[in-house]
């Protein structure tokens, strides 16, 4: 199982930017994948989840309304479309992908625990 996050970048407040989930070894269609964050010195935390069995989303309260996750099952890849960035936004981003949990705010949490991640790739949001 392999998960590889990329399209982060520096990025103006107020700016957009795509980020890029590939994944190997497990399908789409039966484990949900997660988008997780980390600022500096600050905890890692869940973004946002696309369940496997109908694509349904859930984000975390911070991100609603500007952030989307979508997903391109024959290019196992999963994307995070951020848009209306604001200087809190500045982490590193994870995506990942746990065995267990649907997608949903328990999945989320499941920050320490999930089974498999992938490196991390940098967003900075700065004028």
């Known amino acids: 199982v392999q998960l590889q996050a990329s399209g982060g970048g520096l990025v103006q407040p107020g700016g957009s930017l795509r980020l890029s989930c590939a994944t190997s070894?497990?399908?789409?269609?039966?484990?949900?994948v997660g988008w997780f964050r980390q600022a500096p010195g600050k905890e890692r935390e869940g973004v946002s989840c696309?369940?496997?069995?109908?694509?349904?989303?859930y984000y975390t309260d911070s991100v609603k309304g500007r952030f989307t996750i979508s997903r391109d099952r024959a290019q196992r890849t999963v994307y995070l479309q951020m848009n209306s960035l604001k200087f809190e936004d500045t982490a590193v981003y994870y995506c990942?992908?746990?065995?267990?949990?649907?997608?949903?705010?328990?999945?989320?949490?499941?920050?320490?625990?999930?089974?498999?991640w992938g490196k991390g790739t940098q967003v900075t949001v700065s004028s």
């Open positions: 990942a992908t746990d065995f267990v949990l649907p997608c949903g705010s328990d999945y989320l949490a499941r920050v320490n625990a999930m089974d498999y």
């Open positions: 070894g497990f399908s789409l269609d039966h484990f949900a």
């Open positions: 696309i369940s496997s069995s109908d694509g349904s989303t």
